[in-house]
């Protein structure tokens, strides 16, 4: 019996022993998983991860208008090109766009600055909205180009990004919102290089932001935009392609302007005003420099902010910016960005796919791709030197 009781006990400090080393080996193991995966995590948060789809919805056939696919040399280049901007017309619903349009501006108010002197104007857009926007005029134009206009400066058509702040923000014009500014008062800095400048109020911001009711907690500065955008979508209306029109408009009266060089007009936005500037160089082929700041990303891999139906089926972002080439573009984005556009310098996706529809043509020189480390806004601004560089040699 004593014997018998050895064994199992001796039995029972084996198996409790044995049992031991197994799960210290499981918990050992499942730890430095832990550990690693954390480690991992840690690693990923560097990087940012585009989103997941569900695979029944990758389809064979999207992207059917793409650079890669219709674009194998440069003879395919005219006839592709024709066909992505008319589709592009099309799921953006433009209408037929004149070449010339008298249209009647009103003088709201002007005042003077140590540099220049600054205008407010308005007129009808094509439904009959109030545009709003500005001129800024040197009082030291410092480039004056030969054409057939007795005085002759290069022009600057500048659209904001989102946001209430809007035009003030881009002509650094004091206002209740002047602690949410992020765009650099770019309007200013390029007016005191000698340029005319125009800014344009976009719809659903600034001047020409909405009472958006209950929808909104201040000091929102994003949500009147948003609503007014889910509002025209739920009526039909397309608030981003009402947004390209007003620009065109702006356009177009400074193209008539008795002082403006019509043919050295440059066109630049930051974020949706990256976005407009995108769909002007479509529409209008006199421009001649377009500068796009975190304002280009794809709608492919990122989805993006935009609700356009079908777009994917036809073309990405850098598709169609791709079909410019090889007009004088610059882009911009932040590394420091934790959104697509940061995904964008991070890899340099769009920007790659757009570098190849430049060198078809050997024009190379005339793209230049930007990436910077500022930290203002999160990266998410313009990085003002290389945009001044780009716009003094797109224009001289």
């Given at each position: ?327 004088s573009l610059y882009l911009s984005w932040g590394l420091n960005e934790d959104s697509m556009f940061g995904y ?53």
């Amino acid at each position: 019996m004593n014997r018998l009781l050895v064994i199992l006990t001796v039995f029972l400090f084996v198996s409790i022993l044995g049992n031991f080393i197994l799960f210290s080996s499981y918990f050992e193991k499942y730890s430095m998983e832990e550990i690693s995966q954390k480690i991992i995590s840690k690693d990923e948060m560097s990087y940012l991860k585009l989103p997941s789809f569900p695979e029944v919805y990758d389809y064979n056939d999207n992207l059917q208008l793409s650079f890669d696919k219709n674009v194998k040399d440069k003879s395919d280049f005219t006839s592709w090109k024709n066909e992505i901007q008319m589709k592009f017309l099309e799921l953006y619903e433009f209408p037929e766009i004149l070449d010339y349009t008298d249209y009647k501006i009103f003088n709201i108010s002007e005042y003077e600055k140590d540099e220049y002197n600054i205008k407010k104007y308005s007129t009808n857009a094509i439904d009959d909205d109030k545009i709003i926007f500005y001129e800024l005029y040197p009082k030291n134009a410092k480039n004056i180009t030969p054409c057939q206009k007795e005085i002759c400066i290069p022009a600057v058509l500048i659209i904001p990004a989102s946001g209430n702040q809007g035009s003030a923000d881009v002509m650094n014009s004091p206002s209740e919102l002047s602690k949410y500014y992020f765009q650099s008062g770019i309007g200013e800095k390029i007016t005191e290089m000698g340029y005319i400048v125009y800014v344009i109020e976009n719809r659903g911001w600034g001047e020409r932001k909405i009472d958006p009711g209950f929808n909104c907690k201040e000091p929102d500065i994003y949500c009147s935009g948003k609503i007014l955008d889910r509002h025209l979508h739920n009526l039909g209306y397309n608030l981003k392609t009402l947004q390209t029109l007003d620009a065109l408009q702006v356009l177009q009266i400074m193209k008539e302007a008795e002082y403006v060089d019509d043919e050295n007009i440059s066109v630049v936005g930051l974020s949706l005003g990256g976005d407009i500037a995108q769909y002007l160089s479509i529409l209008d082929n006199d421009i001649k420099n377009i500068a796009i700041a975190s304002g280009l990303q794809s709608t492919y891999l990122t989805s993006g902010t935009a609700i356009t139906p079908k777009i994917l089926q036809y073309y990405d972002d850098s598709d169609l910016i791709s079909s410019i080439a090889p007009k004088s573009l610059y882009l911009s984005w932040g590394l420091n960005e934790d959104s697509m556009f940061g995904y964008e310098a991070n890899s340099l996706y769009s920007a790659t796919k757009i570098k190849n529809a430049y060198s078809l043509h050997d024009k190379e020189q005339n793209l230049t791709i930007v990436t910077h480390d500022l930290e203002e806004n999160d990266g998410h601004v313009y990085d003002v030197r290389s945009l001044l560089e780009f716009l003094e040699q797109g224009t001289d």
